[in-house]
């Protein structure tokens, strides 16, 4: 099982980006996606999580800017974020709890990552 992130990048403050995360491999069912963030010198934190069922959950602060999305046919959670600010800036990394054909008990799997600067 592999996770693939896309659509980080540099934008102003104020401006938008979408990210994207494609699990693939052998995958019977994914329960819950989620992205997280880590700003430098700092901790790996939650920012939003969608079950299969499609609820969400996400950090206070961020809900309103912040938009995680999915979908099930295409194993692939989305977070659109909008008004960004230069302290959003962190390498951003999507989660997949899923069930593979490999074990028998869901499983946590990572992204690699992608880089989301946000300038002033």
């Known amino acids: 099982v592999q996770l693939q992130a896309s659509g980080g990048g540099l934008v102003q403050a104020g401006g938008s980006l979408r990210l994207s995360c494609v699990a693939s491999?052998?995958?019977?069912?994914?329960?819950?996606m989620g992205w997280y963030r880590q700003a430098p010198g700092k901790q790996r934190q939650l920012v939003a999580t969608?079950?299969?069922?499609?609820?969400?959950n996400y950090v206070v602060p961020l809900k309103g800017r912040f938009t995680i999305s999915r979908d099930n046919a295409k194993n692939t959670v989305y977070l659109q974020m909008d008004s960004l600010r230069p302290e959003d800036t962190a390498v951003y990394y999507c989660?997949?709890?899923?069930?593979?054909?490999?074990?028998?008990?869901?499983?946590?799997?990572w992204g690699q990552g992608t880089q989301v600067t946000v300038s002033s």
């Open positions: 491999g052998l995958i019977r069912s994914i329960e819950s």
């Open positions: 969608i079950a299969e069922s499609g609820t969400t």
């Open positions: 989660r997949a709890t899923l069930l593979s054909w490999t074990r028998s008990v869901p499983w946590d799997y």
